[in-house]
């Protein structure tokens, strides 16, 4: 029988990406799984349940098992990843070891609801990675020197600070904060000024089209079609790039926040190489337009963007895979894994 090769997992709030062994990414869709309400049948996963949200009938029903970087679901998670296994080759007698990334503030709990889910759902054995450092080596970044190296993950439903040096973690800041609350401050304001509801399909539409975290140039305004809640009638609306970027001021002033927190709690030889080397952001989150601006602004240290943001975590992790898996075995005494 033909081997598996070991998988790497970024389970993210709004994306889930795996890395198989020998191939590298295998699957990258959102974490969303649609099922039958009534039957509790699952009849879509990924791309497919997305494009389900908000036009399917009511028994039909597109849930996002993890929030803020947890699961919430533990059953309806199970079922997600057995489905994702499925997709890349894993069967009842050919079962991988899975290097899965978490956030690094949830806890042991939580921790353990994410090894009982990928067990359950086919893997021999599991292990977990912090996203910060993960993040880190998909950077390239020279994690094992002793060098002061700035990671900044803005993801969907987490944001996560740290600075790594010598292979491990020196100081951290985590937020459960992300993208989707970005999307929700939209929903809210669109709601409470306009008297306007829209699905979060379309706030981050809205996000994406006209939002900001500093002023830039060449960005129009955003025209928006939801339901008038007086009268229950469509209504479109515009909304100005201002106007979406001081809506989004809360999430984005945390994540500065978080970044500024992480610089001043460590030691000040670590700063300096920084403040040399620059910090490094990825993540879905720092695709939005002007928050490496803003933070180099805030911090007053140079900002690069990784080359793929929304693969750099697993990338990172997939690295860590192939190594351990060459040299001694997988999962076998690294500091970094739990």
């Known amino acids: 029988m033909k081997r598996v090769g070991d998988l790497a997992i970024d389970l993210g709030t709004a994306n889930t990406l795996v890395y198989q062994e020998g191939k590298g990414i295998v699957y990258d869709e959102p974490s969303v799984i649609a099922m039958d309400a009534r039957e509790g049948d699952v009849l879509a996963i990924g791309e497919e349940a997305w494009e389900m949200i908000g036009r399917t009938p009511s028994r039909i029903v597109a849930v996002r098992p993890l929030r803020r970087g947890a699961i919430t679901d533990y059953d309806v998670t199970s079922q997600m990843i057995r489905l994702i296994f499925r997709r890349v080759g894993v069967t009842r007698f050919a079962r991988p070891k899975a290097l899965i990334c978490v956030p690094s503030a949830i806890t042991e709990v939580e921790r353990r609801a994410v090894r009982d889910a990928a067990t359950s759902a086919g893997a021999r054995a599991v292990s977990l990675i912090e996203e910060p450092m993960a993040g880190a080596i998909g950077a390239g970044l020279p994690v094992h020197e ?26 951290m800041r985590s937020l459960r904060i992300g993208g ?119 911090c007053e240290v140079p900002v690069h963007l990784t080359d793929s943001p929304l693969q750099t975590v697993v990338l990172g992790a997939g690295k860590c895979l192939e190594l351990m898996s060459q040299e001694a075995g997988l999962f076998g005494g690294s500091p970094w894994l739990r």
């Open 146 to 171: 002793p060098l002061g190296n700035l990671i900044v993950d803005v993801g969907g439903g987490t944001s996560e600070v740290a600075m790594v040096s010598m292979g491990g973690i020196i100081a």
């Open 180 to 298: 989707f609350d970005m999307d929700e401050v939209v929903q809210r304001h669109l709601r409470r000024t306009y008297g306007v509801a829209i699905g979060e399909r379309a706030a981050e539409q809205v996000k994406i089209a006209s939002g900001s975290a500093y002023p830039v140039t060449g960005v129009g305004p955003a025209r928006i079609k939801g339901r008038e809640i007086s009268t229950g009638m469509p209504k479109e609306i515009e909304v100005s790039p201002e106007e979406v970027r001081e809506v989004l001021t809360e999430p984005v002033v945390a994540v500065v926040n978080a970044t500024k927190g992480c610089l001043a709690e460590s030691d000040p030889e670590l700063g300096q190489d920084v403040l040399e080397r620059g910090m490094f952001v990825t993540g879905g989150g720092s695709l939005l337009r002007g928050l490496d601006t803003l933070l180099a602004h805030e």
